[in-house]
């Protein structure tokens, strides 16, 4: 899989009942959200209203807070996600109950095949400071969205206009101003 970039223009943001979700990428090309049949799927959301989450059955799903917080009942057990929570991970088809703790909740989601391997993280970085991503066991994309600030990776610069890059490899990532970006892995190995 060649590296690809993409750019923010190409990222297409819809409405649904309890706010907006913008899909960033979804693999491999040519599949789509309506026929469920992508291998994996990155998307931000913003949440404005309480209520369930979405049906997402037939796939896994990762969720990192970025701004906000919301209270989630997930088997009936009730806990808390916030912007310094970790990745939470989960069936699609499972139900999530959500109550908004914040005006809204901006996310950042990950959606793949039951069992496939996935990993998100936030990350923040000083001007001029660099950072290397672990090769994931199992990974065979690799990935950075860019939030705020500027950074260059080995052959590619990301900045608002392009602010997302997938490539095989792991990254290598040196910040050209302070920046904060989400790095992930997917066990897929689809085109792109």
């Given at each position: ?39 994996f ?31 989630l ?18 069936a ?33 970085l ?27 990776t ?26 904060r ?12």
């Open positions: 899989m060649p590296t690809l970039v993409v750019a923010a223009t190409d990222f297409v943001t819809s409405r649904w009942d309890g706010g907006s979700t913008t899909q960033l990428m979804i693999a491999p090309k040519g599949s789509s959200l309506a026929a469920r049949d992508f291998d799927r990155i998307s931000c959301a913003r949440v404005e209203q309480s209520g369930p989450f979405s049906d997402f059955s037939g796939y896994d799903r990762l969720l990192l807070i970025l701004n906000g917080q919301l209270s009942i997930h088997n009936g057990n009730t806990f808390t996600l916030s912007d310094e929570s970790e990745a939470w991970h989960f699609g088809a499972e139900r999530v109950d959500a109550t908004l703790l914040s005006h809204h909740v901006d996310d950042f989601n990950l959606f793949v095949r039951p069992g496939v391997m996935k990993t998100a993280q936030r990350l923040a000083g001007a001029q400071r660099g950072w290397h991503q672990a090769k994931q066991p199992g990974a065979g994309v690799y990935g950075a969205l860019l939030l705020r600030g500027e950074v260059q080995s052959e590619h610069r990301l900045d608002e206009h392009s602010p997302l890059i997938l490539s095989s490899t792991a990254l290598a990532i040196t910040a050209e101003t302070d920046a970006f989400i790095a992930f892995a997917v066990g897929c190995t689809s085109p792109l």
